[in-house]
Structures are given as C-alpha cells and as structure tokens.
C-alpha cells in the first residue's frame, strides 16, 4: 500500500524511471465525468522535462493512454488506468550508479531496505514516478471543477536559493505563474532566479528552495479530525514528494512568535458568511476547512544529483568519490509547481468524496 | 477512519474532553509484549495538565485502565482497550461556548461540518484526545525498545516566542528535558521561556513556539516509498496534533538556501557500516531512514483559548465579542513534549512491523 | 486491523471473554442522528446468554455505556465508544482449558499463532466479542431505517439438526421470529427444535443449523465490483462470525443444478420499476442488489465445546482427554440470529455511505 | 477500493473486456523474488478462452507483459503492473446489450448504480477482469512456493450440473485436473460434464456448477481473527468471483446435520506436531490455520448469458425480449478452476505477509 494514496479517491501509481513506463490506477473515480486524455495531457506537459533550458534535458514526450474507466466520453465509476510509456531511456549514462551510492540520494537506502534496486536512473526514487501522481491529480481536478466551479488551486515558486518572489496569495494569476519557465509570478524575481539556475548548473551544482501554494474557493467542511485533518493529509502529500524537506500552512514557523491575540483571526459576518478577519490559519482550523484560502509552503533542498565530484562509498562498502553523469535538474522547482498542484488536489478530491459520504443526514 | 492511524501497528482514539472519558483501541500490537499500566503510566502524568503553574490548572488524574488484550502481564496480540476517565469537567465554564465560536479555534470548522458539536470544553478538538495517542505510544515505545534497545525517542521545546534554546540533537538527555516544567533542556532559556509564559498568561494572552526531536538509533530501512515516506508519516503525524503549523525535517526550510555541494551529506565507511559526514537529512533519504538521527521540528501557534476580548460571531449568525472563560494552557509546548513523542514512535512502530512483514525472502 | 471491518462505516471491536469488559469504537457514524443507549440494549439483550433454558445459563446484563460521541441525544460525527463490562467471569470453571486443547475450538490455532492466549473461557475467540459488533450494528440500523424507513433485515433458524422450518422469507415477520426461544417463525418447527436442543444438551452434546436471513426494501445500487461485491462482503461478514461454515444467497448451493434458462430472473417493468419476475440471484446481481429482497443462508456447525469427553492434546504434547466444564450454548443458533442481522447492517450501512460518497454527479 | 484487494500483498485490478487491456498492479510484494512473464503466463493461459470446445469461442492470446517492479529478474519491492491487451474484440456482437438488460447479469445493476455503464461484452463485469487477479495470484503463489515448498493449492470442478465427481481433495493431482478440459480429476465424470455442457450449449442454454480446493502444506496460525479470519477472507474472495452464489469450508451446510461429538475433530500428537484425527473443520479452527489440509467448495450459477430467448426489460423502461449473441461459456467452471486458486493464493500470501509482521517477538 506505500503506493496508494487517498481513501475513496484512491491512487496507487507504478513504474521506473527505466523500464516499461509509468502510470496510476485510480479507484473510486465517480462515474460520469466527461473525461478523455485532453484534460490529463496539459499537466503532464508541464511537468515534462526538457521544456526549457534550466531543467533537465532528458527527452520525454510523456503522451498519457487511458486504457480503461472511460466510455464513450465519461467515466465508468470502474477503475481509471493511465499508462505513459518510457521512451528516452539511456541506462548506459548510469552506469556507475551501480556501483556507487549517490550523496543524499535513494540510493543507499533503497539498497539497505530491498536488498536490491534499479539503479538505471532513480529508478522508482526519480521524480518520474510524479508522472502517476499527475495524471490522477488532473482527473481530481476535473471533478473539483464540476462541482465546485469556483474552486482553485495554484502553486508557484516563491523561493530559489536565497531569491524570494513578492506574491499576494489572493491574486495571484495562473497565466502569471505560467509566463516564465521558473513558475514564479513576479517576473522580476524570476529572472534573478533563472539566472541562479543556470549559474549553479554551469558550476555542476544545485539549488533548492520554496513553493508556495494556495486553494482558493474551497468550501467550508473539508478534513476529518483527529488524524485525517486537512493540514495533516496535506503534509503527508507534500513530504510524500521527492526532494522535499518541509511543509507549513498559514503563519507556519512564523507565527511561533506571535501571541495568541495577535495570531487569532477574528471572526466576522460577511455576505450571510462567517469570515476572518485575517488568514493566519491558513484556511484550516481544527484541522476543517473554514473557507478562506488555504495557503501553505514547501521547503524542497537542491537538487542531490550533482556532476561535482563528491565522496561517496561503494556498494561493496569501499570509500569512493563520484561525479554524477546523467542528466537531471540543477532545480526541481520549476518541474516541481504541478506536482504540489497535483498533491493538493488529490487530498482535497479525497476529502469532498469523504464528507459527502458522511454528510448524509438533514441539516 | 478519520480517527484511524496506523497500517499495520493501528490506533482509533476516541473521546470527547468532556464525556464519558477518552481511549484507545490498538489493534495489531504483537502478542508475547510484557506491559501493564505502569508501562503507560508515566507518558500519561507527563501530558496531564496541572502539572505545574505554566500549565492549564485542570485537575485530571488520568489514570489508565488496560481493559482488554493483555493476559498475565503478557499482550495476546488482540485489540488492546485503554481508557481514562474524565472527572473534573466543569461544563458550565464553557457555557458562552454554546453560542460563541472562538477565533482560531475548532469551534466554528465543527459546527460547519458536522452541524453539530460537543461544545463543552474543546469536545473532540481538545488537547484532551490525545490521551489515547499517548497511551497507545507507550506500548509502541515498549515494542520498539524491545526489538531495538539502543532506540531512543526525544521531544523538547526548542522555542518559546521569540527565546530560542541551544540543544545538540546528538547529546540532549531526557533527564536534562524533564528537569523543568517547560520541557527545555536548556536551562537558561528554560527560565525565560518559564518567565515569558506566566507573563503571557497574566495579560490573558498566549504564545507558541518550535518543539524539537530527535531519533537516535533507528535501524536503517524504515519507510515506505512512495506515499508512505518515513517524513510523509511522520509530517502527518504531527500536523495531526493540535495546533500545529509547520514541519520540517534535517535541514528544513533553513536548508533551501544551501547548494546541492553543500547540502549533500556524503557518505563514508565507518565500523563497518555506510555512514554520513553530516545529517542535514535529517536522517531519511529517498523516504527511508538510513541509520543517522532523525531530527525533525515542529511549529506550534500560540494557544487559541485566551481570555483577552476578541470580535468573534455567534451561532446564529451576529457579530459579537468573546473573552473565554475555562482552563486552558497559555502555552501548549510543555505538554506537547509528549504529544510529539508520541506520534513519532505510532509512526516508527508501524513501519518497522511493516518492514518485518515485507522484508521475508533471504538476501 | 484484524479487528476492523468497513470502509466508512468502520468498527473495531475489543474484549475477551474474561476480563475488563467488551466493547467496539464506530468511526464514521453520520453527526445527527438522534442515538442513546435505549437503542442499543434490546438488541444486546437478544443475543445475551441466559434468555432461555436452551441457551447456556451464563449471567451477564450486558448493560452498554456509550462514552464518547454523543452530545445531547446526537451524534457528533465523532467516534462512539461502546462498553459493556463482563460481570460473571467465573474462570476458575476452565481452569482446564489452561492445559488442554478444546477438539474444534479456537485453543490450539490461538496458542500456535501468538504463543499465547487467554485461556478463561474463549477468550477473544468467545462469542462474547460480538456483543461489540451487535452494539455497533444497532447504530448501523438507526441510521438505515432513518435513511430508508421500509429497509428491513431479519434473520431467523431456519434449520436446526435435521430439522427443517417452512418459511417464506417475502412475508416473514420480526414478531414471529421473537415468539419463541429458539427465533424460528415456524411455531411448530420451533417446538421440536427446542425439544431436540434440550435433549442433545441432556446428552451432553451440541447440535448446529442454519440461519436464514431477508433485507427488504434494499434500495438499487448498493454493492461495489469487483472485489466490494454486496456479496462478497456479506459473506465475508458471515464467515467472520464464531462457528459458520457456509454462506450462500439466493439459490446457493442447490441454484447449481439449474439450467440457466431456469435459474435466469427476467425482468419486467412494474411500478415504473425494473423488477425481476422470480429471485433466484437473492436481491444481488453482479454484486449490486437490484431491489430485490436479499435472501442468504449461513451455516453453523454444532457447538465445539461439550462435556463428553473427547481425545485431545495437552499444551505440553502429549495425548489426553478432555470432558468440558463451564458454560456453553448446546446450540449458538438462537443467540446468533441477533449477530447475522448485526452483519448484514454493518455490510449494509457501510455501502449506503460509499455509494453517497461515489455518487456525487447529477445523473 | 473497490477494486482493491489484500492488505499487505495488496492488488488493484483495472480494465474492461472491451476497452485498452486489462491488468493489476501489485503493491507490497516483497523484493528478491525471481520472477518474469514466464511464471505469470501458465496460469493466463488456464483462464484464456478458446481452450477447447466447451468454453467460449473469443480468441484472445492474453499475453502479459511485466511494465514495472522487476529489474534483472529480481522484484524491487516496488509496484508490479502487468498487463494484458484485449484483442479479439468485437462490440458490435453486443449492440443490443445497449439498450436491454440481459437477465440475471450486471446490465442493470450497473447502469443503476453508475448511471452509465460500458455495454460493449460485460465490460468491468466480465469475466476477463479476473485476468489481473490470476496474473497477480500467479507472483503470489511464485512467493509462497518460495517460502514453503510444501505449500499446493489445487481446485478443481466437483460438480456440473447434476453430475458429481469424486474426487479425495488428500490426494488429487494438479496433472489429474489438467488432463482434460473440463478439469475434473474424475476422467469418467469428466466426460459426463464435458457431454452435458455440449448439449446444453447446443440447446442455447447453459449449467453450473460447484468447484472445489484444497491448500495442502498450509503452515499453522494463518488468518487473523475476528473479522479477518482466514474463512472469511477466503469466502470474500470467492463471492468476489463472477457467478458465484455460495462458499463453504470443511463439513459446510452439510456438517449442520451432526452433533458436536460427530464433527469435532479430535486432536492427537503425530510426529510432534498437533495433528486432527478428521478434518471437518476444513483445515481452520478458530479463523487460524490449524496445519490440516484446508479444504473449501464454491457454488457458481449457470451463465446468465444465454442464446434462448428471454423476457427482459430495455434501458427506457419497457417490455421486452432477448437473445444474447456475442460469445459465452455455456459453463463457466472449467475457466473458473484458475480464478479459484488465483483467489486463494492471494489470500493465503497476503496472510503470510501479515503473520510476519505480527509475529516478531521471540517465543
């Protein structure tokens, strides 16, 4: 089960980097959503790589085939299967990963946890496998937007290295985000930061940094204490993400150094709506969510695949060093917006699924 | 199963602060365990409240009650039921409860999803539930203790407002952590953040702050790739708990400013075993532990129960005012020491019997 | 897990035959529904020991708290805690059982799996831990019966020994079923059954049956193919009850020496309806009722535990015999008409909540 | 989920009979098991259609192909997907299941519960999704051969129609089953089954039946009460089959007719082990494997799919008749024989798995 993810809006996701391909299963799509792979093809287009000059090169066109769930245009309420087919594989520029374990890679520990691993790339550690994940978040967000039509989720880059973007949570655009190849909506920063990228790549080096998200729209009720708040499955999603080191929702680490009377949104009556006065929280309280936006923020560490030369040991337990050939982002951030994207919006698929099922009763 | 966690080691908490009690029900502990209450005890004592005068002054005995599961000091491998009475709720202290959400507390959310709540007291939303997560841990603590006697487990209060501790994640003792009532293992600070919080409280205000852990002695292999990330769980885990904002692991949001060559923790041969020179992984690479500490931190918001006036609505739906009333904490951090011990070792628990149950063919 | 059954609707029962008590957490129960204990204890006191002279003579009140849940006559949407104390544990009546496998009973399979068990009565293999799924099903049926006033699920004996009861399960009525200790409609039947009861009780033997049972009223759609199968999962329900060997619905096992043009229900419209024109499928159709009664039988082996004495084997290895004391049912199918209804609501009532979860598109 | 089976060796089945291809992903096979398309492909082969004269004419080749999971013939411990292309399609034979339900199948089931359904052959409701499941019972039963060499699941058709084999499930032979098409062990009853299904497939009609298995070599303390029993998931698993009305196990509906001191299976000691002296407990006791041989028989349905005309209704609610062409088994036993075993191995390894994960401290 480490490969599913959601409980009525369930994926589960396969494939390696090297190998036939890559793709999802979803279970507990409703049926009849008009569905076909024109509404899954976009997300995968964006988070291909090759698309611009600061990712990677690797050449994948990553066409998507439904091969089941779908009939005549709709969904059957049956299991979706979506497959993308490997194409551009060169296992030979891996070779010594073999023999070596790559620093802060999975390499190691996928070794120590299996006893064996593909080493052809990341094998199912590669950020390829988001591929599943990306897919099935473009058929919960169809279904997101047919029934709520209102509701919005956007994710761009905030933070690379130590260039931070000014972006208002409240406006910001999705043609903003997509109008530069970092996906950061404030151009200025973007340059400064695409400047960055390929400063680090010209130096075999990496860069990490933050993506900020926001869900606009969400209607009040989402999330199921104790375990399954909103905040908490939104964590798990994030930090189930490669490269990624830590999560926060609304004030996060910053509102530590608030008082209670400073942090505390106010309620007040708003167009026959309860609203905050302010948005600390995050859109999140007691882990439901109360209808304001839900903004949260994703630390990702710089890229660990690097071609400096670095110590390392290998796989026979002898002291080594390696120089990463390969090919690989010198910062996954860019790659990275859709995949956040697509984590928000399975958990929130999942949990609109979840309270309709348990809302049943008359108000 | 919103108040499910777990897959293979599984706990399902149940209890309202004001009610009948509060529990937990684990279902998949190994059978041939030694406990008894005395094993649970004491982590119980550890969250209680009026434990000292930084801490809401409800009186609770929290006493345990092992109702099932354990026969002649032995568990039998069926559900464990533990209990714990509830015995001094005051409802009518959280009398204006009933028509007053509170800012930034669950009451508002509650209402909205369930069209009901329990509005004595935080109801399911206390701190109170976790009671039964804190018990429950307590036989997982046993388990992993058991099969990993070098295994250790260490919350503390890294941050209160503004006073930051200094603490090695390598040294830190648990004597030094409980040797005050704010959990600090620094003493120094320890005092301060002591001062600051009996300050805060006299003005009817809160503050939060950053609780950090550590894992030391962890076996390599934990963690399931790719959901089920050791950080993915462990992120759930803590953003399940009350007032909790943020998560981040090894190097965090403090590590996006480094480079790939300088964040990259390379890997040595030591004593026979593959080792890093540095831990700003924290611990886990590619989702699975790899035998370093695992060092995460947690951001808690200032307590959202304070006695300062705020705007707030009420229940039917009218701008009003609040100044709570009730016992609360004006500050959560002390007592959530072992809240996040807790849900650390539910998580670690459940992976090493999953990693059992899947690690079975000979290498 | 092994303790849980249902998706949305989920329960986790607890408790061994001797001990603190018995009991079941229900999480996922709707918020709303009018519930309190009084709707609880009838169906406890059905299956409770001691009712009649042909069941076996054990004490208990079985008197249920609910703890957690429910506030001011509703539930919350939180989990229900449910306990019932065990109260005539006369263990010392088994002292036997510490040494000496029971031939049939759960002893040996207990000790061999876990190295452990308890030995006071049946332990967790005791009939005893149903009282937790009976509780939590008399949730289950306010919850269906609020949703579907004219759902109704009633089991009856239908065989006991060799003695068979002429019932038609369209117009079978619940007070017919309650008008005699043995719960067979058939009045006649019913008085022999006892007769035979009595008399293999007199023996020192036991004899078993089998229960029928009818849900009338079903709506259309329930059921979720492939694996979720209506079917499927009441059997699955049936099976896990102590001392069933069989599960068939419609024409079972004796529809297999039909032709399928014989054992094929047309179809025809009747009321605007689709209905079937006979209902050899038993009210299930490639695993989603149709609209039809549901009708299935169970089978139940005569009562393991008997006081004649029987060859065996001791904890230690060595061949022996065993002539039971303490208190046993000579026939567990009167107490069980109660725990088949219990099944089929928790099976029932957790796909009514999927449905409404997968249902969530205008038609 | 509902596509969902298992819980530590966990399968996800996807596909229509008319559509992309059908397949399985696997999730939580353990890693180092050899394994390639060569241990899947036998078993398809049992299950494919067009074997011989008495099943259904469909030609498809049903070759499988491994896309994920393995990587230089080892598992990696990552997601399985395998799959199969539908070939031999031909909707066109099916155009009047568009508009009328075919009596007694999942035609109108479906479309009632989803709103739409695929009409094309059986769509999800086929028996060609079962594929997935043999495909991945096939790696199932390769890790349990594995790990207990001893270890044989063998089924076979016990009964066609009125015409009864006998068959001792102690000593049945695989190469008896196999040795002709009906696979009945009992060559003259063989012949009988095989003679009937001609003639009522020449009549337009068809028969059921009744399969039996046996798992010899089953280690001790297999299934996981209460509601995991090994019986219950076994007769999930069956139900969950296409056209199956009934499951027993050991003495079934007909041990109902003995006493306890008649179906009690004494214990006694046999070459140090605990040994029964009879077997009408079916090999599990308690919902644990007792070490016995485990025996179980399941009932299927004559093919609803029949060339006679029928009474039935169209999907816009009138009167109506028909005569299904397409392709269809007159009997569906003979393929179903794989499909049993397929089901019970993925049972049967799944609890292996879990009885690892709980068995880990020391006896």
Redesign the interface.
């Known amino acids: 089960?480490?490969?599913?993810?959601g409980?009525?809006f369930?994926i589960?996701?396969?494939?390696?980097s090297h190998?036939?391909?890559?793709?999802v299963?979803i279970?507990?799509c409703?049926?009849?959503?008009p569905l076909s792979e024109a509404d899954i093809q976009p997300d995968l287009d964006r988070r291909r790589p090759g698309q611009s000059d600061i990712v990677t090169p690797r050449k994948e066109e990553d066409t998507c085939?439904?091969?089941?769930?779908v009939?005549r245009g709709?969904t059957?309420?049956?299991?979706?299967?979506i497959?993308v087919k490997n194409t551009d594989a060169r296992p030979e520029a891996y070779s010594e990963m073999e023999t070596h374990?790559r620093?802060?890679?999975?390499?190691?520990?996928?070794q120590?946890?299996?006893?064996?691993?593909?080493w052809?790339g990341g094998?199912?550690?590669s950020a390829r496998?988001t591929i599943g994940r990306v897919a099935a978040a473009a058929v919960a967000k169809k279904?997101l937007r047919?029934?709520y039509p209102d509701l919005e989720i956007l994710a761009w880059v905030a933070?690379v290295?130590?260039i931070e973007a000014e972006v208002d949570p409240d406006l910001v655009l999705a043609a903003d985000i997509e109008s530069n190849p970092v996906r950061c909506p404030d151009a200025a920063a973007a340059d400064r930061m695409a400047e960055r990228i390929r400063q680090?790549r010209g130096e075999?080096?990496?860069?990490?940094?933050?993506i900020e998200a926001v869900v606009r729209g969400c209607p009040?009720?989402?999330?199921?204490?104790?375990?399954?708040?909103l905040?908490?499955?939104?964590?798990?999603?994030?930090?189930?993400l490669?490269a990624?080191?830590?999560?926060?929702?609304?004030?996060?680490?910053s509102?530590?150094?608030?008082?209670?009377?400073?942090?505390?949104?106010?309620?007040?009556?708003e167009g026959?709506r309860?609203r905050?006065?302010s948005n600390?929280?995050?859109g999140?309280?007691?882990?439901?969510?109360?209808?304001e936006p839900i903004v949260f923020?994703v630390?990702?560490?710089?890229?660990?695949?690097?071609s400096?030369e670095?110590?390392?040991?290998t796989v026979s337990?002898?002291?080594s060093t390696l120089a990463a050939r390969g090919r690989h982002d010198p910062c996954v951030l860019p790659r990275a917006v859709p995949m956040v994207e697509a984590m928000a919006a399975l958990v929130l698929c999942d949990h609109?699924?979840?309270?309709?099922?348990?809302?049943?009763?008359?108000?």
Chains 1, 2, 3, 4 share one sequence.
């Open positions: 089960m480490a490969s599913t993810f409980t009525l369930r589960s996701t396969w494939g390696e190998g036939g391909g890559v793709g299963v279970d507990g409703p049926p009849r959503l085939a439904i091969l089941s769930g009939f709709l059957l309420g049956t299991p979706i299967s497959m374990y620093p802060s890679h999975a390499d190691f520990t996928y120590a946890k299996y006893g064996t691993r593909n052809e094998g199912r550690s496998e279904l047919t029934l933070v290295h130590d680090v075999g080096d990496s860069v990490g940094g933050i009040v009720g989402l999330g199921e204490p104790v375990f399954d708040r905040e908490a499955d939104l964590a798990k999603g994030m930090l189930s490669p990624t080191k830590g999560f926060e929702i609304g004030s996060g680490f509102g530590t150094v608030l008082r209670g009377s400073e942090h505390n949104d106010a309620y007040k009556m026959g309860v905050t006065t600390l929280s995050g999140v309280q007691g882990g439901i969510s109360n209808g923020r630390a990702f560490k710089p890229t660990a695949t690097i400096r670095q110590a390392t040991v337990g002898e002291d609109v699924l979840r309270q309709r099922g348990l809302d049943i009763l008359p108000r």
